[in-house]
């Protein structure tokens, strides 16, 4: 009999716990996983896929109209989100399902709890059972953030906005990261009228500047409003319903849905870590080396609640690395470098790699190519938008050290060329590839 009651106990079933519970559980480990809310997790309950699944559903409205240019008869379009919103969250329900038969299939025990660590080999879980394990793997993810202001209760965050009733007139969404961006393209194809606040005069950082302007311009260009340097005093809830953001920099804006997405927050209040003596970082994060081990040898993080690369794929990664290394005698650590990123936005861009900025500083000089250009659908749909790719070349050795791109299926294209830029493949060495024609990604290999 070993001296506890499970060899890892897991806190969170999303993205990087299953993972790893699963993973140290094929290598013989007894695991257990804790999960207050759904298996599955941010990613598969509130995060990419049903945002991924709006997004499909969102690229309708422009893909209709642009039918009638390709012969086709399409009859006056209407949307009609409540069936959108519950054929997405069926989906959903089906994944959580799949998510907890994997585990079941793998003998992971699922405790639909919250729990809590109350020791280096000790949790606690929210009905007041006590539990031990050998090694504890903190996988808790991430939560919206909220700014302390009045009326915020009006507000809603990615955790409501896929529940939403009926579809608003108008939106206001806070924030200008990929999450805010996402659903500014989202709401304003579903007709809404979309404001888009920005507390500085950036968005999107981390992505290259050219390729975010080419987002502003288009977005701007269809109609989206956005507002720069401006932030919110508070939030009023009209007799009508209907909401009033009283900001700072701006005229007030009336809207009938305000979403805040300004950044995510590790989940670690309440989790009893500061208690166990585990070392925490701004804002929460837990803090951990490169095997995920906190300062407490028994007790691991990965994904979110490290406040690192917050991604699906990498929380996975780290989740199978940490399996391996402490359960199966493989020791193993992910590589971060260069990261495949995209923007689901309306077009979409997708990022591997140094930006131009970034290029400039780290390696002195640098030497760009870019595609400037209107893809042939969109060409004869009659649709003025154009698509831009850039490739970010080291001068000294010939390497493409980033690619960047904004256009329709950047995220699609880009995931193949990540290889090439991953491998370290040199300008020459796209140069040297035939292009596929007629295709967008062509582009990518006649830049001169
Ligand atoms: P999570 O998946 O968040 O899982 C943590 C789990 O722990 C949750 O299920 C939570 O309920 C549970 N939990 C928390 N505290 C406790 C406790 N005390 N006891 C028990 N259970 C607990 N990433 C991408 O790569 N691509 C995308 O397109 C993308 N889109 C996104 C869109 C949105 C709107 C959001 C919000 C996120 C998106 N992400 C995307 C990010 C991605 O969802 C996260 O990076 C990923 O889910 C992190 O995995 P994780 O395992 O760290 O945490």
Same mark, same amino acid.
């Given at each position: 009999m070993s001296e506890f009651d499970y060899g890892l106990f897991v806190i969170g079933a999303g993205s990087g716990g299953v993972r790893a519970a699963r993973i140290a559980a094929a290598h013989g480990a007894r695991v257990a996983v804790a999960e207050e809310h759904r298996v599955g997790g941010t990613c598969v309950i509130r995060g990419c896929v049903p945002k991924k699944l709006l997004v499909y559903g969102a690229h309708f409205a422009e893909d209709l109209d642009d039918a009638a240019m390709f012969g086709w008869d399409v009859p006056e379009k209407r949307f009609d989100w409540p069936v959108l919103r519950d054929n997405v969250l069926a989906e959903v329900s089906r994944l959580e399902g799949l998510y907890g038969q994997t585990l079941g299939n793998h003998h992971v025990e699922i405790i639909k709890e919250r729990a809590a660590v109350a020791g280096p080999n000790q949790l606690r879980l929210a009905g007041g059972r006590a539990v031990t394990a050998r090694k504890i793997l903190i996988a808790v993810g991430a939560r919206p953030a909220l700014p302390n =202001?009045? !009326? =915020? #209760?009006h507000a809603i965050t990615s955790n409501e906005v896929f529940h939403l009733d009926r579809m608003p007139k108008r939106v206001v969404i806070a924030g200008g990261g990929y999450i805010a961006n996402e659903f500014a393209g989202i709401f304003h194809q579903f007709g809404a009228h979309v404001t888009l606040v920005n507390r500085s005069d950036t968005m999107l950082r981390g992505y290259d500047e050219q390729i975010v302007d080419r987002l502003v311009k288009i977005s701007l260009a269809k109609g989206l409003d956005i507002r720069f340097n401006a932030g919110f005093d508070r939030i009023e809830k009209n007799e009508d319903g209907s909401l009033t953001c009283v900001m700072k920099g701006c005229d007030a804006i009336h809207a009938d849905e305000v979403l805040f997405a300004i950044g995510r927050q590790p989940n670690t209040e309440g989790l009893g870590l500061a208690e166990a003596g585990v070392a925490l970082g701004e804002n929460g994060a837990v803090i951990v080396d490169d095997d995920y081990r906190t300062n407490v040898p028994s007790i691991f993080a990965v994904g979110d609640v490290t406040n690192r690369v917050q991604l699906t794929p990498v929380a996975i990664r780290e989740g199978q690395a940490f399996a391996d290394s402490q359960f199966g005698n493989k020791p193993t650590r992910v590589d971060y470098r260069c990261i495949p990123s995209a923007v689901f936005s309306h077009p979409p861009i997708a990022s591997v790699g140094l930006t131009e900025g970034q290029a400039r500083n780290r390696l002195g000089s640098a030497k760009t190519f870019t595609s400037d250009f209107r893809a042939m659908k969109n060409v004869l749909a009659g649709r003025n938008e154009r698509s831009l790719y850039k490739l970010v070349v *080291? #001068? !000294?050795? *010939? #390497?493409?050290v980033g690619l960047h791109m904004i256009g329709p299926d950047a995220p699609e294209i880009l995931q193949a060329a990540a290889v090439a830029v991953k491998a370290r493949l040199k300008k020459a060495d796209f140069d040297a590839t035939v292009a596929l024609h007629p295709s967008m990604a062509e582009e990518l290999v006649l830049m001169r």
């Open positions: =202001i009045d !009326g =915020i #209760e *080291d #001068e !000294g050795t *010939d #390497e493409v």
